[in-house]
């Protein structure tokens, strides 16, 4: 069965972004990105790989398939990419976004617990939960493992990296990358 893993990148202080949905004030070395992009290609979009000196058509590692929110592609749409990723199978879950016509992309607009579900049983790498924190919080019971990487920096408001109903959910460490400019990676697996 394929695995839901939530990747994402949160400030000491538990914010994926700012209240404007700002994501580029994380401290990122050149160190960092060359493990990231090695260990896991297929979070560099596609249109970002040339300038990353990634070559386009490098191989998914992990996942294939991607769920985002809304808020969380609304970025590559404002600069005119439709297709962010287009290296993978990408579902936006928004009730509010027309359809988007690509290939690559389809908006799901009705339970995403139900698609994560469908998702898990069909063939195929894993499945990235790329954000944001309302849809993490709205698949909490479907996420089986967790990549955090804090960030050493406070935001002091912004959005959380889940939001939703109380729901406590154990998840234990078992593997931890630290890098020069303090960021830390830790993996985690459902406990």
């Not at 050149?30 to 979070?43: A, G, I, K």
């Not at 769920?67 to 590559?76: N, S």
């Not at 593997?175 to 400019?181: M, S, V, Y």
């Amino acid at each position: 069965m394929r695995k839901l893993v939530y990747y994402v990148g949160v400030s000491l202080d538990g914010y994926i972004a700012g209240p404007g949905g700002e994501f580029d004030v994380y401290p990122v070395s050149q160190e960092m990105s060359d493990w990231f992009n090695q260990r896991y290609p297929e979070v560099v979009p596609t249109h970002i790989r040339p300038h990353v000196n990634l070559p386009v058509a490098t191989p998914n590692r992990e996942w294939d398939t991607l769920i985002m929110g809304r808020g969380t592609y609304e970025p590559a749409l404002e600069i005119g990419v439709t297709s962010p990723y287009a290296h993978m199978k990408q579902y936006v879950v928004s009730t509010t976004l027309d359809p988007v016509d690509d290939p690559n992309v389809e908006v799901v607009a009705d339970d995403p617990v139900a698609l994560v579900r469908k998702l898990k049983q069909q063939d195929g790498k894993g499945i990235w939960l790329c954000g944001g924190g309302t849809l993490a919080g709205a698949l909490i019971d479907e996420i089986d493992e967790v990549i955090i990487k804090s960030y050493p920096l406070l935001l002091g408001a912004g959005i959380s990296v889940v939001s939703g109903n109380f729901s406590p959910t154990a998840f234990r460490p078992v593997r931890r990358q630290e890098f020069g400019n303090g960021t830390q990676v830790t993996w985690f697996e459902r406990a």
